[in-house]
């Protein structure tokens, strides 16, 4: 079976394994919990499953001091929605207090404007970034994914961030429809123009539109001889650069894992220790062939 060996694939050639070139960005994931239940979440977020608890600000604190030394840009904060952590906005003020990027992932709904005050002292921060999950420009095909009323609900946030000048990105998703990329991003700029959201669309870093994943669907390992066969190297993988820190629910301490895709499996748990977090992870998932290597997507910039 594929995906099985963590040194061999499924016909025995080597697999491919991507070392820590540095720690570039470090995701923290803020918990499961999210104030709605998306049809095909890959975290499986919702209002009932805290399965990653709440990450505190002494956890973040002790993320960034041990890797102290490390080519850390930027933070990102990815849950659930991160704004139902009521430690997010001191996690921010630590992060862009350092000098580091900050990036928030979030559906701008109501658990963001309940924090619309401590948000409005931050909206001058150079380093401070908003990415709004709006999974396609018509609302039907969003609302069939998040629930009804959310595409507006959304948007309502976007202009309220928009309006108070906050740094906007948006990530949408490819696969809702067989239309071409560039007739998706021409439709997701008509709304950004009819509502005065100042994100470039033709622009991939503003307007990420990110693969769909599903781990039953066939395709290739990954093995060593691949990055020659692709023209890629190891170094464009995402865990080239990255971890993510979570917090299991009734854990002692937090952990690094080695994707923001993959917070559930224990071939990908890196342990408490930043030191062993550093070691290369084998590309033995689904995930690391359709959506990083294949794919060529990433979560961050």
Not at 23 to 48: D, F, K, M, Q, V
Not at 169 to 192: C, I, K, N, S
Request: neutral net charge; glycine residues 8%.
């Amino acid at each position: 079976m594929k995906f099985q060996d963590p040194h061999r694939t499924a016909k025995g050639e080597r697999r491919a394994a991507v070392p820590l070139f540095g720690l570039r960005t470090l995701w923290a994931n803020t918990g499961t919990l999210c104030n709605i239940t998306c049809a095909h979440c890959y975290i499986e977020s919702s209002p009932r499953n805290d399965r990653l608890a709440y990450l505190t600000l002494d956890d973040l604190r002790a993320a960034l001091d041990a890797a102290k030394g490390e080519p850390l840009e930027e933070v990102g904060f990815t849950g659930g929605e991160p704004f139902l952590n009521r430690e997010l906005v001191p996690m921010l003020r630590l992060v862009l207090g350092r000098g580091l990027r900050a990036i928030v992932l979030t559906n701008a709904m109501k658990p963001m404007r309940n924090h619309a005050e401590a948000l409005l002292s931050l909206r001058g921060e150079a380093g401070l970034t908003m990415r709004v999950s709006l999974d396609h420009p018509d609302p039907d095909l969003h609302d069939a994914e998040r629930g009804a009323g959310s595409f507006a609900a959304t948007l309502e946030g976007l202009r309220w961030l928009a309006v108070h000048g906050f740094r906007l990105h948006v990530a949408g998703r490819a696969g809702f429809t067989a239309e071409p990329e560039a007739a998706l991003r021409q439709r997701f700029a008509a709304l950004f123009e009819a509502n005065g959201i100042p994100v470039d669309a033709a622009d991939p870093v503003s307007l990420m539109l990110f693969p769909e994943m599903d781990e039953t669907a066939e395709v290739p390992e990954i093995t060593e001889a691949c990055w020659g066969i692709l023209g890629k190297s190891p170094e464009s993988v995402m865990c080239a650069s990255s971890r993510m820190l979570v917090r299991r629910r009734g854990a002692k301490a937090a952990s690094w894992v080695a994707c923001t895709l993959l917070p559930y499996d224990e071939r990908f748990d890196l342990g408490a220790d930043f030191r062993t977090a550093s070691r290369a992870v084998a590309l033995n998932h689904p995930h690391c062939a359709k959506f990083c290597v294949l794919g060529g997507a990433a979560c961050s910039r």
